[in-house]
């Protein structure tokens, strides 16, 4: 069996901003600019940057909601179902639907099994998310937020999917639920050997949660290594302003104080040479030359001619 269950080949993914009356686009959105990634069994790939870099239109390409503009998402053949968990679960529930029959939806869809059948595996997953049996009944909107993020997990189990892309799972959340959710997502990944993308803008999140770490700017990965190197010691100035932008102690906030000073460039015309030298305090003659992600000798890999260390 391979070890890698899917990968991204200089994956581009365009949107239309503005068309002329001919309905030909004139203008384009870059959201994602050449992101080449694998993707480990069982393992957890956070995925980390500021609001807007592309981290969820990496995720719908994942799970092949979106088609790459350009370049490859594959999956391998050792790769079995995936499955999502938005930021909102109650705008990702249906409203009108008793919670037993959202969490088995996915099941619905592939096997057609029957009423009697759903309904007893929802009551085990219930269960394993911490979800009251007696409560299946009702519809999302009465649950907590918390208990809500919880049936979208049950969802995303239902169909036993081998990786479970998370996207800002608890972004919505106040902070004593988030730790809840994410210690289930822990017991559940332990359980299931399940393999998580786990994608969040709260660098604190990702490190508890992440064996390796991918650092996005603009939609492309300007670091990715193991997270204890890439949030302990970062190489890329844009991880190093990230990490500094976030207070050592009580909540992480959104963005960095560091990194609001200056704007993020926008995505509809890129910039030339390295995408964050605009930004860059340690910018330099060099720096004009497109940046290519390149290996350290620690095994990371960082887009920087520069390589700090
Ligand atoms: N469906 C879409 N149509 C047009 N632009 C989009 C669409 N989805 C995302 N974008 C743009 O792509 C960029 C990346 O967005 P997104 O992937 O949502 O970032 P993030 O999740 O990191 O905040 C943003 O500039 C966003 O406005
Ligand atoms: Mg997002």
């Not at 949107?15 to 959201?31: D, I, Y």
């Not at 393999?195 to 650092?215: E, F, G, K, P, Q």
């Not at 930004?279 to 030359?289: D, F, I, K, V």
């Amino acid at each position: 069996m391979s070890d890698i269950l899917l990968k991204l080949e200089s994956v581009h993914v365009n949107f239309p901003a503005r068309k002329n009356w001919l309905g030909r686009v004139t203008e384009q959105v870059h959201a994602l600019n050449g992101m080449d990634l694998q993707i480990r069994r069982g393992e957890t790939l956070g995925i980390v940057g500021e609001s807007g870099c592309g981290k969820s239109t990496l995720a719908q390409l994942l799970i092949g909601m979106l088609k790459p503009s350009a370049g490859a998402c594959q999956r391998t053949r050792d790769a079995g179902g995936m499955q999502m968990v938005f930021q909102d679960p109650l705008s990702s529930l249906d409203p009108r639907l008793p919670v037993w029959r959202i969490i088995t939806e996915p099941v619905w869809v592939q096997t057609r099994s029957s009423a009697r059948e759903r309904r007893r595996l929802a009551e085990t997953l219930a269960q394993q998310v911490g979800i009251r049996p007696e409560y299946l009944d009702r519809l999302p909107h009465a649950f907590s937020g918390g208990q809500r993020q919880r049936i979208a997990i049950a969802r995303a189990l239902s169909s036993s999917p081998d990786i479970i892309v998370l996207d800002e799972p608890t972004s919505a959340l106040d902070i004593s639920v988030q730790a809840q959710i994410l210690n289930l997502l822990v017991k559940l990944q332990q359980q299931r050997n399940l393999t998580y993308v786990l994608i969040s803008h709260n660098v604190s999140v990702v490190r508890h949660m992440s064996d390796r770490v991918a650092v996005m700017y603009l939609g492309q990965i300007v670091e990715l290594g193991q997270a204890s190197q890439v949030l302990g010691q970062p190489r890329h100035p844009y991880t190093r302003l990230l990490l500094d932008s976030v207070p050592k102690t009580g909540e992480p906030l959104d963005d960095s104080l560091a990194l609001r000073k200056t704007e993020l460039p926008g995505n509809r015309h890129l910039p030339v040479g390295c995408y964050f030298r605009d930004r860059c305090p340690l910018a330099a003659q060099g720096c004009e030359a497109p940046q290519a992600l390149q290996p350290a000798a620690d095994g990371r890999t960082v887009r920087c001619w520069r390589n700090l260390s």
